[in-house]
């Protein structure tokens, strides 16, 4: 079986408050793109997992995707399977690849065995494996709250638009994007500001992160600025970073102003 993982967006990204248990409630809408991986399940006699394309971080044993192969396994009798991943989106980078490639592995595995799991089920085993993995099961605009794994449903069309991504390769861990964010709860809530007009959220809708990454990384700024002098309607950080991305009402030609980056572009859906 073969099944694309596709990246997401954040648009907004509020840190509220820090839990007991050491994680941060957020709210942000998520919102899918069609920069995808490729990955390969096969029922196989043993176990296996192969990667091409950008290189992943940490071992075998570590990989999401084999994780939530075990943890479905360990409640079901499927046979083993190799997985083959061709790793496209970038890693560390804001767009949720990683938990996206492991809610994929769910629903493909699902699939591939007919074990009929309900969708709840398959966001009980996605949030096992990471905060965000459990917005790729039903894969569509969600407002997102708590951990970033409870959601609900929003009413936000970008059909059509146009939207362009630029990664300038920085790896921003968590420990850096969190260190010295202060959590506070917005006096408006996202769901209504995402109601005004696109070209308004720019004085509206923030990422948090933005406020201490910028700061040190001053490039990552320049880039979201760059976007807005080309014509975006909207331009932001996704995630903790780095990847930056700009909404336009059409289609735009990027490639030079870019051309030291990874970049993709692309029609919202």
Same mark, same amino acid.
């Given at each position: 079986?073969?099944?694309? #993982?596709?990246?997401?967006?954040? /648009?907004?990204?509020? /840190?509220?408050?820090?839990?007991?248990?050491?994680?941060?409630?957020?709210?942000?809408?998520?919102?899918?793109?069609?920069?995808?991986?490729?990955?390969?399940?096969?029922?196989?006699?043993?176990?296996?997992?192969?990667?091409?394309?950008?290189?992943?971080?940490?071992?075998?044993?570590?990989?999401?995707?084999?994780?939530?192969?075990?943890?479905?396994?360990?409640?079901?009798?499927?046979?083993?399977?190799?997985?083959?991943?061709?790793?496209?989106?970038?890693?560390?980078?804001?767009?949720? =690849?990683?938990?996206?490639?492991?809610?994929?592995?769910?629903?493909?595995?699902?699939?591939?065995?007919?074990?009929?799991?309900?969708?709840?089920?398959?966001?009980?085993?996605?949030?096992?494996?990471?905060?965000?993995?459990?917005?790729?099961?039903?894969?569509?605009?969600?407002?997102?709250?708590?951990?970033?794994?409870?959601?609900?449903?929003?009413?936000?069309?970008?059909? =059509?638009?146009? /939207?362009?991504?630029?990664?300038?390769?920085?790896?921003?861990?968590?420990?850096?994007?969190?260190?010295?964010?202060?959590?506070?709860?917005?006096?408006?809530?996202?769901?209504?500001?995402?109601?005004? #007009? /696109?070209?308004?959220?720019?004085?509206?809708?923030?990422?948090?992160?933005?406020?201490?990454?910028?700061?040190?990384? #001053?490039?990552?700024?320049?880039?979201?600025?760059?976007?807005?002098?080309?014509?975006?309607?909207?331009?932001?950080?996704?995630?903790?970073?780095?990847?930056?991305?700009?909404?336009?009402?059409?289609?735009?030609?990027?490639?030079?102003?870019?051309?030291?980056?990874?970049?993709?572009?692309?029609?919202?859906?």
């Amino acid at each position: 079986m073969l099944t694309f #993982p596709n990246a997401k967006i954040n /648009i907004g990204l509020h /840190i509220v408050s820090k839990r007991s248990d050491g994680f941060h409630n957020i709210e942000s809408c998520f919102y899918p793109i069609d920069w995808t991986d490729a990955l390969e399940i096969v029922p196989a006699y043993d176990f296996s997992f192969q990667s091409s394309g950008l290189p992943i971080p940490g071992s075998q044993q570590d990989n999401l995707c084999k994780k939530a192969y075990d943890l479905i396994s360990a409640d079901h009798t499927i046979s083993q399977v190799e997985m083959h991943l061709l790793k496209s989106i970038p890693i560390g980078a804001g767009l949720g =690849g990683g938990s996206a490639d492991a809610a994929f592995t769910i629903k493909a595995i699902n699939e591939l065995f007919d074990l009929k799991m309900s969708i709840s089920e398959q966001l009980n085993y996605a949030r096992q494996l990471g905060s965000d993995c459990a917005f790729f099961i039903e894969n569509k605009p969600l407002y997102c709250f708590n951990k970033g794994d409870e959601f609900e449903p929003i009413h936000l069309n970008l059909e =059509g638009k146009f /939207i362009y991504l630029v990664n300038p390769g920085l790896h921003i861990s968590t420990q850096e994007a969190y260190a010295g964010i202060v959590p506070r709860s917005s006096s408006t809530d996202l769901r209504t500001l995402l109601e005004k #007009p /696109i070209a308004d959220w720019k004085n509206h809708i923030f990422n948090h992160f933005e406020e201490t990454i910028f700061p040190q990384h #001053p490039a990552i700024a320049n880039l979201k600025q760059e976007l807005y002098t080309q014509g975006a309607l909207y331009a932001s950080m996704t995630g903790t970073g780095s990847t930056v991305y700009g909404i336009f009402s059409e289609e735009v030609e990027l490639s030079q102003q870019f051309k030291s980056f990874k970049t993709w572009k692309g029609i919202l859906k």
